[in-house]
């Protein structure tokens, strides 16, 4: 007959009672499982070693994410098992590709979400900590969608405060926020709200999904049953709640562009660096993302000023390329702090094209040349368009439709109505 436990090897001598032992050391603190190559590998190894690992691991146990308002390069989000072994990942791509979509959810007991306020420096500015704290929470809800499909019973929600980071200042919701240049639409919002609009719309997938300390009775109303101000009961579906947080991404990822502080600066620097999060032969997720936000999600709400960033965002992340000079597009350099206007016909023109030499892109590249983040951008939205409207501009509505029609076209139609009623001749 058969061995029950064909490539056990010598682990089949211990009794299983040594065996979990073992399991428990491997699944425990001390064993470093930070780095990819420590994943999951050791569940890989034979079936029958999986099967009681993955015991240890899974049966009835917590999953803890730890989201924190800071930015770190190596560990934009934190995995930590009921033993404390911690897995700490890059970015969102990082932890699909280290299984955390599609771990047995169903084993669980629950996942719990450990989200940290934003701090108060005297002295020091960090709106970004927020910004921080809601594109976490964003890839966070795009795992736990997977984990809701994997048969996850039970979510639970932990807001965690520190001597200098609270939820509030006095007995008032703490708000961050309060404007956003360029979007007189803005309306500020609380900073628990920022973190929890994009769980909202998954509330109906999961049998309970709570907050699991005492908190004042009007924060935890609202985070059970958002209220808002109007009283059209439309106004609280699931997809009118989508497109309020897809509308609050869009203000957020504007705020970026000109956010003052360190957590901002690392922010730009993150959001440049993963551009292309799978690869230079793959399509940037973070355009693909802006693009469905912005033909589904926004409606009526679009902002002018966002397809314009878009762009300016675009034409910046060749420009600061540290590889640019293995590039075979064209470029123009930006200096910094970023308040000259760039120009468009040097940048459109490529489009993808201008990265895809061989090892034309990599994210450690921008960390060791842009050590300190990247600083905001200081010129004014509206008023960096009119640079267009000159022979350059017509150029560029002549040679590169292609990525401003992406997004709505609207440089492109304006330089077409411009030059229609003979404004610029």
Not at 342 to 367: C, N
Request: with cysteine; hydrophobic share 35%; proline share 4%.
């Amino acid at each position: 007959m058969a061995s029950e436990v064909p490539n056990l090897g010598i682990l089949n001598r211990f009794p299983r009672e040594i065996r979990d032992i073992i399991w428990g050391y491997v699944c425990s603190p001390e064993s470093d499982q930070s780095s990819k190559t420590n994943s999951f590998a050791s569940l890989r190894t034979c079936r029958r070693i999986y099967k009681e690992l993955s015991a240890e691991l899974y049966d009835n146990k917590t999953l803890t994410i730890r989201v924190s308002p800071k930015y770190q390069f190596n560990s934009w989000l934190c995995f930590e098992n009921s033993r404390g072994a911690r897995w700490h990942v890059r970015d969102l791509e990082d932890a699909r590709s280290r299984g955390f979509s599609n771990l047995p959810y169903k084993r669980l007991q629950q996942v719990k979400i450990c989200v940290e306020a934003t701090e108060n420096i005297a002295g020091r500015d960090d709106a970004g900590q927020i910004i921080c704290l809601h594109f976490k929470m964003r890839d966070v809800a795009d795992i736990m969608v997977q984990a809701a499909a994997g048969g996850l019973r039970s979510l639970n929600f932990d807001l965690v405060e520190s001597e200098r980071g609270k939820w509030y200042e006095g007995r008032i919701p703490k708000r961050t926020i309060s404007q956003i240049q360029n979007v007189p639409a803005y309306i500020p919002e609380w900073d628990f709200t920022i973190v929890w609009l994009p769980f909202y719309p998954l509330r109906l997938q999961f049998p309970s999904m709570d907050l699991t300390q005492d908190i004042p009775r009007k924060l935890f109303d609202w985070l059970r049953e958002p209220q808002n101000v109007e009283t059209d009961n439309t106004k609280r579906t699931v997809k009118a709640i989508r497109e309020r947080t897809d509308r609050l991404y869009t203000h957020l990822d504007l705020a970026l562009d000109g956010a003052a502080g360190e957590t901002a600066d690392m922010l730009r620097l993150h959001r440049f660096s993963t551009w292309y999060s799978r690869g230079i032969d793959q399509e940037s997720d973070y355009l693909r993302e802006l693009e469905r936000v912005w033909k589904d999600g926004l409606g009526i709400h679009r902002n002018q000023n966002d397809s314009i960033a878009i762009e300016k965002r675009y034409y910046m992340v060749h420009s600061m390329n540290p590889l640019r000079v293995r590039q075979t597009g064209r470029y123009t350099p930006i200096p910094a702090p970023f308040d000259e206007k760039p120009r468009f016909s040097e940048y459109l023109k490529d489009h993808r094209t201008a990265v895809q030499a061989a090892g034309g892109w990599d994210r450690d590249a921008w960390i060791l040349r842009y050590t300190t983040g990247i600083k905001p951008w200081r010129f004014n939205t509206e008023a960096w368009r009119w640079s267009i409207f000159t022979q350059e501009g017509h150029e560029y509505l002549n040679q590169s439709d292609a990525f401003a029609q992406r997004f709505g076209g609207q440089a492109s139609r304006y330089l077409a109505q411009a030059y229609a009623f003979g404004l610029f001749q």
